[in-house]
């Protein structure tokens, strides 16, 4: 489902989520939606102890303030169940949890959990998504089986999110660059870092590495703080 609508303030992790590195970005997150719990997403990590992505957002969160909340989303049929969905339709500030891009995908998309996602960024919340989350949120979406491209969920539209950027076989990377459709731009991310997008539109570096933005052969590379032009 791809939209150019904006609402709340979205923020694309390079994976590494609920480390130091990312303190400052969550803080910023809490501030600009005002939330007093944050809704994570665990589907990502089904095959990986999802249920530690509990555990480690409940202390991580806790430490900035704020309660943690895990919906109990692993499968499909979760994520059609309408009692969990309007937990996060209510939601100020949702998290979604890094693990596998194309099992996430397989919960998410068309179901009635990214129906409620969508309506509550729409509606001003914070969304924070890590590695495979951030892959997902773009269109096209980068496949992790090869670095070649498949569809994404189409949050922000033409825009390819490479995660674990610093640390990734270059093959993968190179093969990523080349493949890049016309028109899209494809954003590396490296770990702890985030390419956020406030309510008004404009695009920033945020945590302990650089975002690099490619435009067919040509990289330009963004620190913390940086605003991060021509991107949708």
Request: glycine share 12%; hydrophobic share 45%.
């Amino acid at each position: 489902m791809a939209t150019t609508r904006r609402g709340g303030t979205l923020a694309l992790l390079g994976g590494g989520e609920w480390r130091d590195g990312c303190r400052d970005l969550d803080a910023e997150l809490i501030t600009a939606s005002g939330a007093r719990e944050v809704v994570v997403i665990p589907a990502a990590a089904a095959y990986e102890h999802p249920e530690r992505v509990a555990d480690r957002a409940t202390a991580y969160f806790e430490s900035l303030g704020i309660k943690a909340r895990t919906v109990p989303v692993i499968h499909r049929p979760e994520a059609e169940d309408p009692n969990l969905a309007e937990i996060v339709r209510r939601a100020q500030f949702i998290y979604v949890a890094d693990g596998s891009p194309l099992h996430l995908r397989s919960v998410l998309k068309g179901s009635a959990l990214f129906d409620a996602v969508l309506s509550a960024y729409h509606g001003g919340a914070s969304l924070a998504a890590s590695g495979a989350g951030a892959t997902l949120v773009g269109d096209p979406m980068v496949d992790p089986r090869g670095g070649a491209y498949t569809v994404g969920l189409g949050v922000v539209p033409n825009l390819a999110v490479f995660p674990y950027h610093g640390t990734a076989a270059n093959h993968l990377r190179e093969r990523s660059i080349d493949l890049l459709p016309t028109g899209a731009k494809l954003v590396g991310i490296d770990e702890e870092t985030a390419l956020v997008r406030a309510r008004d539109g404009a695009w920033h570096v945020a945590g302990v590495g650089v975002v690099t933005v490619y435009s067919g052969r040509e990289a330009t590379v963004f620190a913390s703080g940086d605003t991060v032009t021509d991107l949708v």
